[in-house]
């Protein structure tokens, strides 16, 4: 692995990323851990997990009595998590996060993960991209394979809990064992399911209406269906490496390794390689604000090693960019949370500039630095930026552009957005909103149970 | 000098609420569904998309006060309609079906002024959602007036808001549960007054907190 400057001055890593890996979680808030002697080409060693005291500087004591509270009628009560996989993803992280902080509110948290062969894994691969709208032809045998493997799966494990919660497709059929299970079952949807592959959909959809209630992660993901629907929003963790408080000496380490020069403005996406994200669009709208306002443009991210579409995409990224020795293009392994906390907090603007979007946590982390925020009005991203008032919302690379220049020229507007766009995080997409998001979701279905 | 609750008078009782957000079976994508679905919806819309609304963005000032006032100019590109909408203050209204109302007679007094509204495709989607509501105590019981000022610096947003802004509904009330407390166990009519006129709209809930907490104060004087 290296890292080079080119020469039109960008820095590059010749080593493309992994799949996400879960952010190791910090042992104390507001207290940076400096990597002074290793650098963001080498992992970093895992902290332990916060405890909800430390969340109490965030948040504020009364929040934490209210999980209290809320909680205290729960004391005992049991709760199974099934997903499909242990580590890597936004489902691990967050429950990595989620089973130990309600433990220590007394409600018990079991985390169980399916296993399977990769033809299982293949198919749900599959599943999942048809769910998010993609071509997919689903052949009888499809069928046979997903459904062995959640069979054998479903033989294997115990629902004895009071709430058992099903993560995604992929272990949705285990509601077969709902009969034999005193607990209420839960179908948790992280996927965007706003225009599913009708045939995966179909086939999913009879397993999913045995459900007692469905969560999804955006209005417009809701689908028709017999059960009630909630509403939980993705979560950020703001004591993880990524959210978390950072010395600014450690900042300007960062920029200093990646050639960033924080006198003056920056842009920053973080995003994969990938073009949903629309990162040729990032450099175009740059080029087009620059014309006007200084500035460079930082955009990083990975994904470009383990999936040949990663590495077609930063291609395009780098021809779009010419030799512009203010574009700086990051492609940066799995493990850099701390440096791409560093890079958002070094930031004047940040853009997410998606053509479509699941939720868009990269907008959440920026909005939580309090960074004026531009983001394509697309998936959940507008449930995040409320146009002037939390962020900025474009559609084009035109309005991306404008909007670059119009911030950049307005600080005390892009300040007063970041403001507001900290508070919006604080009070609905925080790991602690998750915690009393399951807490009332077990409170209120043991209400219903009852009555 | 400081200024003591009279000896026979209730404590009061600092509670919280805490809401699930669900995502119901009416949507809109047109004005005209958006006025059917305004008479059709349950209760609990009304409230998630007005009441409700003012908590979860309680930091902002500016903007439209309600759900359905920001649909309207955001995705309809209606800025007259959606000013009427935004003028509705929740605080004049002690049941959901006539807060309902008067939003269903906006929507459909514009329909009529200009019909073809009702059908230009909006650029999202209103989907209406709602809420379920788990009410809970706090560790505060204010039983002098001082003790009422120290609970209302240190309860959440969330207990000023249920307090401050879901009450009325609760009591039937154009008032609130801090208001009626001081004038019917204290005898501060006029702090009550006060608080009473704090403009929820032009400030954040933090904003109305010092307001009411500041007017307390005062009469402790």
Not at chain 1, 50 to 69: M, N, S, V
Not at chain 1, 125 to 150: C, S, V, W
Not at chain 1, 199 to 210: G, H, K, M, N, S
Request: proline content about 6%; charged content about 20%.
């Amino acid at each position: 692995m290296s890292l080079a400057k080119t020469q039109n001055g960008k820095v590059e890593h010749d080593e493309v990323g992994l799949p996400n890996q879960p952010s190791p979680p910090s042992s104390t808030p507001h207290q940076v851990q400096a990597p002074s002697v290793r650098t963001w080409e080498t992992p970093p060693p895992l902290v332990p997990a916060p405890h909800l005291e430390d969340y109490q500087p965030i948040i504020g004591a009364a929040e934490i009595d209210e999980l209290r509270f809320l909680a205290r009628e729960l004391k005992g009560k049991t709760i199974k998590m099934v997903n499909s996989t242990a580590v890597g993803g936004g489902v691990a992280e967050m429950l990595d996060r989620l089973v130990p902080l309600l433990g220590e509110l007394e409600v018990v948290a079991h985390w169980d993960v399916i296993t399977g062969g990769n033809d299982f894994f293949e198919i749900t691969k599959a599943f999942h991209n048809a769910l998010h709208g993609a071509e997919y032809q689903l052949t009888d045998a499809a069928r046979r394979i997903f459904l062995a493997y959640n069979e054998q799966n479903r033989q294997r494990m115990q629902f004895t809990e009071d709430m058992v919660v099903i993560h995604d497709p992929q272990p949705a059929p285990l509601i077969t064992s709902r009969k034999d299970s005193p607990g209420h079952w839960i179908w948790r949807c992280h996927i965007d399911l706003s225009s599913p592959n009708p045939q995966v959909w179909d086939f999913l959809r009879p397993f999913i209406e045995q459900y007692d209630a469905a969560i999804v992660s955006s209005q417009s993901f809701a689908q028709k269906l017999p059960i009630t629907q909630y509403l939980f929003y993705p979560c950020i963790d703001p004591l993880s490496e990524k959210n978390k408080e950072l010395d600014d000496a450690f900042v300007q380490k960062v920029c200093d390794e990646f050639g960033i020069d924080r006198s003056r403005p920056i842009v920053t996406q973080v995003s994969r390689f990938d073009r949903l994200k629309d990162p040729v669009g990032v450099v175009q709208a740059f080029k087009l604000a620059r014309r006007y306002v200084d500035c460079q443009l930082v955009l990083a991210g990975g994904g470009a090693s383990d999936d040949p579409e990663g590495a077609l995409v930063l291609k395009e990224v780098k021809e779009a960019a010419g030799d512009d020795p203010d574009i700086i293009i990051l492609d940066l392994p799995p493990w850099c949370a701390l440096e791409i906390n560093a890079l958002q907090r070094a930031s004047t603007i940040v853009v997410q500039k998606s053509i479509k979007e699941g939720f868009g946590l990269t907008v959440t982390e920026a909005l939580w630095k309090g960074k004026p925020t531009i983001a394509g009005a697309v998936g959940g991203i507008p449930n995040q930026i409320i146009h002037k008032l939390t962020g900025m919302l474009v559609h084009s690379v035109e309005g991306c552009a404008y909007q670059i220049r119009y911030l950049l020229t307005h600080p005390a507007f892009a300040a007063q957005l970041g403001r507001n766009g900290r508070e919006h995080v604080r009070e609905n997409f925080l790991m602690t909103t998750d915690v009393r998001r399951w807490l009332l979701l077990l409170r209120i279905s043991l209400q219903n149970q009852r009555s | 000098m400081t200024t003591t609750t009279p000896s026979t008078c209730k404590p009061f009782y600092f509670n919280t609420s805490s809401h699930l957000l669900r995502i119901t079976a009416q949507k809109a994508t047109t004005l005209a569904e958006f006025l059917d679905a305004l008479r059709a919806c349950s209760d609990d819309s009304i409230f998630q998309h007005s009441f409700r609304t003012l908590q979860e963005h309680h930091f902002i000032r500016e903007g439209f006060s309600n759900d359905f006032a920001h649909w309207v100019f955001a995705s309809c590109n209606e800025p007259s309609l959606a000013e009427q909408l935004a003028s509705v203050d929740v605080r004049e209204f002690s049941s959901l079906g006539e807060l309902r109302d008067r939003f269903a007679q906006i929507v459909e007094r514009h329909l009529q002024l200009d019909p073809r509204a009702g059908t230009h495709i909006a650029g999202e989607p209103f989907y209406f959602c709602a809420s379920d509501i788990v009410v809970m105590p706090t560790n505060l019981v204010a039983g002098t007036l001082q003790e009422f000022a120290k609970g209302l610096r240190e309860v959440s947003v969330h207990s000023i808001h249920h307090h401050f802004i879901e009450a009325r509904l609760r009591l039937k009330l154009t008032s609130n549960d801090f208001s009626l407390w001081l004038q019917e166990d204290v005898g501060l009519t006029g702090t009550a007054r006060q608080l009473d006129r704090i403009d929820i709209y032009t400030a954040t809930l933090e904003g109305v907190r010092a307001q009411i907490v500041r007017a307390v104060e005062r009469a402790l004087i």
